[in-house]
């Protein structure tokens, strides 16, 4: 299948990440390509259609939870605080989250996109005059120091979309753990997160009539095409998303309809009809197994409300005061509110 090799050494200072991610995920079986590597600029404008969509139920529904409930979010979280954003994207909704806030020492977002944070930035500075915005461009799993920020109280991750949807069980709960430390010990998360629901609802949302979703993953090969001298025939491709019961997710492929070679930074790749990269997983949960995985991490859920549909949970935890002994066992149940909006 592989006809030319270069050594990792050689990948990394030619093209970096994406290039070592692009060859090692063509070359397994079956083929894969981490989704974040969809967020390139066209990518990221992609996502912002995909909100848009009326099929595409998570971001207005976690809009509105965030409207309705944002007064009793900031009671919860209390004042002066410093606000970390784990993929922030176009940050759209994070603007409701710092209006209700009282005093936020400063926002720090986290993103890989480096076009979607710097025009988070513009607007939000626009819209919230005098807010410390401190942008990492980097991957929200490998952070492991924030910048230096004066007068920090107390610190409140914020992760929103779903996003913690796109990791599988255990790299969420490595991901929650490592947060933990990030944010330091008087922290609390709030978390956007979907809800386990008919497939009438869940299909449609990742197979939009418009064909924005199909756009948004086939873009992956265009972004090959672009950056890494790729042949990719997008005419030759298809997006397909099912949701794969046993494991609560929807996976997203692209499925080769020909057979074909493709050339990706001088190595051939043989595709054969019918042969799929899989491209993304989207996990849904129900409100307690998400609490549950929020626990095994060492956080406390404090709170979560879902809307009178329940198609989204907006969940509020809080960590223990050490990760090594907190009780598995103390709070079995916590409130769930149903918004009335
Ligand atoms: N939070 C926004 C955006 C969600 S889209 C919303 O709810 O609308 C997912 C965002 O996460 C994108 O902006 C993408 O660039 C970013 N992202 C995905 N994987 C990432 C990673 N490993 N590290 C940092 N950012 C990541
Ligand atoms: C960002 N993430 C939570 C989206 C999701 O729903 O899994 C990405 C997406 N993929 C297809 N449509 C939207």
Redesign the pocket.
Known sequence: MIHETLSSHEIVDARGEFAQAVLTGLSRSPRSI???F??DAE??AL??EI?QLEEYY??RT?TALLANHGAEIAEHVGSSVVLV??????????SLLLDALDEVRAYIP????EA?QAEAAERLKTRHPGLAIVPLV??????RVLPPVSGRESTLGY?????IG?LSHSAARAFLEDAARLLGPDSAMLL?VDLKKSLDILLPAYNDAGGVTAAFNLNLLARINRELDGTFDLERFAHEAIYNEREGRIEIYLECLADQNVRVLGRIFAFETGERIHTENSHKYTVAEFQALARSAGWRPEKAWTDPDQLFSLHLLRLWRSLKTYPRTQMRSYPVVTSSA
């Open positions: 981490p989704c974040r969809f967020y990518g990221s996502f912002e909100t998570p971001t976690e954003e784990f993929g922030s994207g176009s940050a759209r909704k994070t986290i993103d890989v996109s979607s980097a991957d929200f799993t490998k952070t992760f929103s979309g779903s996003t796109n956007g």
